[in-house]
């Protein structure tokens, strides 16, 4: 039987953590929107204000997924809770309770911390997952619609308001 684990991502970690978000990248059908830094993913799990964790997953000691997160807040529930931005299994270790492993240690985490929620997004073409989370009892916000701003959409609201 294979043995799977988890553990917090150390900073040696980083450049295997780049490689696995290029994985899901190109899992996801973004590759040609993949800019991850490893200097910048460094400060940013590991510098002095970390701004989100990982948790690396492993089938037999080997890195086989991950799961990056980070703190959001409820102003309804006066509580904080847990953003899971992304959670990738490589193909070949998909299918041996990787994923349900990385979501549990998540929700712990939740529970620990005193969280109201743990929530995160998921692609609509992305039926696999949706039917994996949907197993596991996790309901989709369908009344909610993510906007964003980014690059120089961004940059002219922060200039100009």
Do not use: Q
């Amino acid at each position: 039987m294979r043995r799977i684990s988890h553990r917090p991502a150390r900073p040696e970690d980083v450049p295997l953590i780049i490689a696995l978000i290029g994985e899901l990248a190109e899992y996801e059908r973004l590759g040609h929107d993949m800019a991850a830094d490893a200097a910048r993913m460094h400060e940013h799990l590991f510098g002095p204000r970390p701004y989100a964790e990982v948790l690396i997953g492993e089938v037999d000691g080997e890195a086989a997924g991950f799961a990056l997160f980070f703190h959001n807040y409820s102003t309804f529930l006066s509580k904080p809770g847990i953003y899971l931005e992304d959670l990738f299994v490589r193909p070949a270790a998909r299918g041996l309770g990787l994923g349900k492993a990385l979501l549990a240690a998540l929700a712990k985490l939740a529970v620990e911390r005193d969280c109201g929620r743990l929530e995160w997004s998921v692609l609509d073409w992305n039926e696999p997952a949706i039917g994996f989370y949907r197993s596991l009892g996790a309901t989709p916000m369908d009344d909610w619609t993510v906007y964003r701003l980014t690059g120089e959409a961004l940059a002219s609201v922060a200039r100009h308001g």
